[in-house]
């Protein structure tokens, strides 16, 4: 059974940085591009990043810079680097696979909120 364990959300001042982790098993970790995505009540869910099985990086334009995906294939662990956070960064954070063979795989998410 694939499952995916986000943690590391937290309350914290606009200005401030987090790093969210997201723990996957079930899966050949190393083999899947990996993302985050956030969402707000009322709004669909939003892409932020991802990041491919070598390394490679993608970015919502509004987090470039600010945000930085890595992975440790051997942990099977994907994070989220958040600096300079932003009210509008508040959401509901989660990990996902980005395979359609599990494209209905998500975790419970990790709540970030940030204060003005």
């Known amino acids: 059974q694939v499952q995916l364990v986000e943690s590391g959300g937290g309350l914290v001042q606009a200005g401030g940085s987090l790093r969210l982790s997201c723990v996957a098993s079930?899966?050949?970790?190393?083999?899947?591009?990996m993302a985050w995505y956030r969402q707000v009540p009322g709004r669909s869910r939003e892409f932020v990043g991802s990041?491919?099985?070598?390394?490679?990086?993608d970015y919502l334009d509004s987090v470039k810079g600010r945000f930085t995906l890595s992975r440790d294939n051997g942990k099977n662990t994907l994070y989220l680097q958040m600096n300079s956070l932003k009210p509008e960064d508040t959401g509901v954070y989660y990990c996902?696979?980005?395979?359609?063979?599990?494209?209905?795989?998500w975790g419970q998410g990790t709540q970030v909120t940030v204060s003005a």
């Open positions: 996902h696979i980005l395979d359609s063979t599990f494209a209905d795989v």
């Open positions: 079930g899966i050949t970790f190393s083999r899947y591009t």
């Open positions: 990041i491919a099985s070598w390394g490679t990086t």
